[in-house]
């Protein structure tokens, strides 16, 4: 049975709020990125791509230069997001991982990112994974 498609929050509800919303300056530095990003995706055109394709750019470009999170090429000891090498299931590796690693303090995960292709569905697990099994 198909599942109707809903918006997660309400467009109305959220034109009115970001209407008043002040950008902080760092998303300035990255809206040339994200203008990028939005044309990819919205002409259609990331559909023509394989996750494997997009997914190093997308994740360097939002969680490094949008949202602030350091490489280990970065520079310094500590780095907080690291690359299909932390979280292990079924023989498979997350994407990434957002956590405090490197610098001799211990490693902490906080979360993993598993990223799914321009056309995959987010509701259905990918194939060939059993349902309920995730990274």
Do not use: N
């Not at 990028?36 to 750019?57: C, M, N, T, V, Y």
């Not at 490197?102 to 292709?117: D, S, Y």
């Amino acid at each position: 049975m198909p599942v109707e498609r809903k918006p997660l929050f309400r467009p109305d509800v959220v034109r009115a709020h970001l209407a008043h919303f002040p950008l902080p300056a760092e998303v300035e530095d990255c809206r040339e990125s994200l203008e990028h990003w939005a044309k990819l995706i919205g002409s259609g055109r990331a559909d023509g791509f394989k996750e494997q394709e997009l997914l190093p750019d997308f994740l360097t470009d939002m969680f490094c230069g949008l949202l602030g999170y350091r490489r280990p090429a970065d520079g310094g000891e500590r780095y907080t997001i690291s690359r299909e090498k932390h979280v292990e299931v079924d023989g498979k590796f997350a994407d990434a991982v957002l956590g405090q690693f490197g610098g001799g303090g211990g490693e902490k995960f906080l979360v993993a990112l598993e990223g799914k292709g321009p056309k995959d569905p987010l509701e259905r697990p990918y194939g060939g994974r059993r349902p309920g099994v995730s990274l």
